[in-house]
């Protein structure tokens, strides 16, 4: 391209800004296989650490015998929690304000907690050691139903809290409770909930899964010495946090601790909390004087870290004859497994359940959570959504279909009515959230007309009528999920995770010859924000994204931030991203004008350069620019182009979409076929199309999984049930189907650029079309709720229970 020449449009194209379908600069790199994972991290003299774990859900531990395994040639170390008790390690601190053992400390709470932690010079002398680790275990009873957690004799999990009746979160009411949250308006519910026409009740659970990234969890620890310094790779979603908290356990000065997160292959909330596999790398390489790695297998991933959900939600809701929600209330027990490491917002111990109003204007709710300890591994950090909200969603859009059937109302319809409107933003909930901005019913009158789903409830009409008279076995169900979400966290005021507050940044240095680089706070776990933060920079600078770098993930030069998880890169670093690039173009302008030898006022900004005001033919270029700016800038200026912006969000993003599930039912075997899937998203302004459809098309398979047979489920000794690949549900192109993606733009107008996050949206509305079509195919015969997975095996149970299987 001829920049002298060429019009606006193309020097527009060249850019490759946002609203450009542009590639993955990443793939170039991955699909060569020269991605750097923290597995691929090799240094001298590294040794590698493993695990003993306990077979029990629930046992004292009487003796650890070493002997055996550090017999084993190889073996450096052997490490149980008595010897992390001098450094004040054998306990670390969880994002949740609990403690949580790094190694057993006289007792073990879930199958598969950490022992000990074998040291050696390669991983299979370490794992064959660890085998010869003698623990002497005494079994203690096992609690693992969460609704007989609170039961008066129900066994002491947590005997380091004996006697605590306060916790993080308020007063505790019995030894296995963790806290209550209450949210909204109780009196008032409760009389909306007795004076109502119709009330619907139902317990709805959402089963405990796991997100399961193709990478497990794992790091590089290396301590060295001589200078004090110690570095750390790992699969962490939130670098800096690592490093702070690494420092405030360890005490090691934070400016002596460099936390790297290399390429990371998926997080999904999973690599957000800290395990004692880091722990107990660090502490290894110190005591050793080498680096050490941990990399966990796929048993232990599934086993050991975070799980996500296991909700069990009653929830009642009320509305006149005619269908107009009157109030909503939800009870919520939540199992968390045997020690509170969820990753809230300080404030949120239920993160933002209360956003379970969904996309009705509904006038009064109330909403209580009882927090739970079990046998069960510690997490319900995340799964392609954070902050409980694909729970709330879930139970909104269940509700919401109970309720229809009830009224015997359309579940479209009863949407249509209840929607907040669109006149009604920005718009405070009932449980307190301001939504920024909402179109629901275009997004829905436009999903319904391109399903054309008049015609499917006409058909699905005359499906049951042929079942009736035994010309089909097959069933057929239509399932709406209408979300809204909430993503961006966000406010400081509001939001914290140990002390730090919410914002994040990015920080932009624009070389002498025009192109430049951009460091965030952020982390991609492979949603490219190489590509897509170039792009919002792009069309702020006027610097082709192809010439710009971006880089997250090492502390030692990245700003601080507090990474990426709860879809929070596009709300709140990519805000920050826009902010830096107005302070570089604010000062671009000045050297312009200097250069064009006008007043400041009297250029404007066009696409990739500045123009004075009426004489298209006066311009400097941005890359012109730049080079001023390192040798010819306005008198008293400082050189250099650069900007810093720290971003605390006014508010958070309010994403929402439609989404409608056709499926049809096998009665006899339980095969249940997806037929259609359409997804309609609005987040905002859309940076990458290309980007956004392949984060819907990920989210949805992930929903299929959740919905249609994920689950970590325990026997009642406290045995994972399936923790393996074999028994744990992940989707391939097999199963997937084809997923038909649109959209509509309703811009935050708090956001710079008026985008929201997108990368959860769908699997918070994928879960609940899934779930409500299955539902739906058996809605006719009386059903109201039945659980997930929708398994064919369950699938076949609900059938078998209405009395319709051969
Ligand atoms: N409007 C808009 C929005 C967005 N975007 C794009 O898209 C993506 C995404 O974004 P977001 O939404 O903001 O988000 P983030 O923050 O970045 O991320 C996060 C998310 O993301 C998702 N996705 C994904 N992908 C991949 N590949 N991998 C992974 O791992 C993952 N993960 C998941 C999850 S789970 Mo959590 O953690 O649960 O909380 S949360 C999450 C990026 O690239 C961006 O740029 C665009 O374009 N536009
Ligand atoms: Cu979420």
Redesign the pocket.
Same mark, same amino acid.
Not at 266 to 269: H, L, S, V
Not at 382 to 386: P, W
Not at 564 to 571: E, K
Not at 683 to 688: A, F, H, K, L, P
């Given at each position: 391209m001829n920049a002298e020449v060429a019009s606006v449009e193309e020097r527009k194209q060249n850019l490759k800004g946002m609203g450009t379908a542009r590639r993955r600069v990443e793939d170039v790199r991955f699909v060569q296989g020269k991605g750097n994972y923290v597995d691929d991290i090799k240094l001298p003299g590294m040794l590698f650490g493993d695990f003993v774990r306990s077979p029990y859900a629930h046992a004292r531990i009487k003796s650890v015998n070493k002997e055996a395994a550090l017999a084993v040639p190889g073996v450096k170390a052997v490490l149980t929690a008595d010897d992390l008790k001098p450094v004040n390690l054998a306990w670390m601190p969880t994002l949740a304000g609990d403690v949580q053992m790094v190694l057993a400390d006289g007792k073990v709470l879930f199958q598969g907690q950490e022992v000990a932690f074998v040291v050696a010079e390669d991983r299979y002398a370490a794992s064959d050691a660890a085998e010869l680790v003698e623990v002497d275990y005494e079994e203690l009873p096992v609690l693992v139903d969460p609704f007989k957690a609170m039961d008066p004799g129900a066994p002491v999990l947590r005997e380091d809290l004996d006697g605590k009746t306060e916790g993080a979160h308020g007063p505790r009411r019995h030894h296995n409770h963790i806290f209550t949250w209450e949210v909204g308006d109780k009196d008032a519910t409760d009389r909306a909930l007795s004076e109502a026409e119709v009330v619907a009740k139902e317990l709805i659970t959402y089963q405990r899964v796991h997100p399961c990234?193709l990478e497990t969890a794992g790091c590089v620890a290396s301590m060295d010495k001589v200078n004090g310094q110690l570095t750390l790779w790992g699969t962490f979603?939130a670098p800096h946090a690592v490093r702070t908290v690494a420092s405030l356990i360890s005490t090691i000065p934070e400016h002596k601790i460099r936390v790297i997160s290399p390429d990371i292959g998926? *997080?999904?909330?999973n690599k957000?909390g800290v395990y004692p596999g880091y722990i107990c790398a660090v502490v290894a390489s110190i005591v050793l004087g080498v680096p050490v790695k941990w990399i966990e297998d796929r048993i232990e991933n599934l086993q050991s870290t975070a799980f996500a959900r296991d909700y069990h939600m009653t929830g009642e809701i009320s509305a006149t004859r005619d269908g107009r929600i009157t109030g909503l209330k939800c009870h919520v027990l939540a199992d968390h497994g045997g020690f509170d490491a969820c990753a809230d917002p300080t404030k949120f111990p239920a993160g933002f359940f209360n956003i379970c109003t969904g996309s009705y204007d509904i006038p009064v709710a109330h909403v209580s959570v009882d927090g739970v300890y079990t046998n069960k591994a510690p997490g319900g950090v995340? @799964?392609?959504?954070?902050f409980r909200v694909t729970e709330a969603s879930y139970f909104i859009e269940r509700m919401i279909d109970v309720l229809a059937r009830k009224l015997e109302m359309d579940p479209a319809e009863l949407r249509m009515k209840n929607f907040i409107g669109k006149e009604q933003f920005p718009y405070t909930s009932a449980l307190g959230w301001e939504y920024d901005s909402g179109d629901y019913h275009t997004a829905m009158e436009k999903a319904l007309e391109t399903v054309s789903y008049k015609a499917l409830r006409d058909e699905q009409k005359a499906n049951r009528e042929a079942f009736a008279r035994s010309e089909t076995r097959s069933l057929m169900g239509v399932g709406i999920g209408f979300f809204t979400e909430i993503v961006g966290a966000g406010p400081i005021k509001n939001c914290d995770i140990l002390g730090l507050g919410m914002f994040d940044s990015c920080e932009i240095r624009v070389h002498p010859t025009g192109s430049a680089i951009a460091r965030l706070g952020?982390i991609s776990?492979?949603? *490219?924000?190489a590509t897509?933060f170039a792009q919002i920079l792009a069309s702020e600078i006027g610097i082709p994204a192809d010439q710009i770098t971006v880089e997250e993930g090492d502390t030692d030069t990245a700003p601080y931030g507090l990474g990426? @998880?709860?879809?929070?890169?596009?709300?709140v670093a !990519?805000a920050a991203t826009a902010m830096a690039g107005r302070k570089i173009k604010a000062k671009a302008q000045m050297i312009a004008a200097y250069l064009l030898e006008v007043h400041d006022d009297d250029v404007e900004f066009e696409v990739d350069r500045f123009v004075v005001k009426g004489a298209p033919e006066r311009f400097k270029t941005m890359a012109e620019v730049a080079f001023a700016a390192y040798n010819n800038v306005p008198p008293g200026m400082e050189p250099g182009l650069e900007a810093v912006s720290y971003y605390d969000p006014p508010n958070m993003t309010y994403p929402f979409g439609a989404y409608i599930c056709v499926v049809d039912i096998d009665v006899d075997t339980g095969v249940t076929d997806i037929r259609r899937f359409y997804a309609l998203d609005d987040?905002?302004?859309? #940076?990458?199309p290309m #980007? #956004?459809e392949g984060?819907v098309h !990920?989210g949805l398979t992930e929903a299929l999984a959740i919905a249609m047979g994920q689950e970590i489920s325990y026997d009642e000794m406290g045995n994972v049930k399936g923790a393996s690949l074999m028994d744990f549900f992940l989707p391939t192109a097999v199963e997937t189907p084809v997923w038909e993606t649109d959209f509509t733009v309703t811009p935050s107008p708090h956001h710079p650029i008026g985008?929201? *996050?997108? !990368?959860?949206s769908p699997n918070v509305g994928g879960v609940s079309a899934f779930s409500n079509a299955v539902n739906d195919a058996f809605a006719h015969l009386g059903l109201t709720h039945t659980q997930m997975p929708h398994d064919h095996w369950r699938v076949w149970k609900t059938a078998e229970r209405l009395g319709v299987t051969a």
């Open positions: 990234p979603q998926g *997080g999904f909330g957000v995340a @799964y392609r959504c954070s952020t776990q492979g949603q *490219g924000h897509t990426t @998880y709860g879809s929070r890169s596009t709300p !990519g987040c905002g302004t859309r #940076i990458n #980007i #956004i984060q !990920g985008a929201k *996050g997108v !990368g959860e």
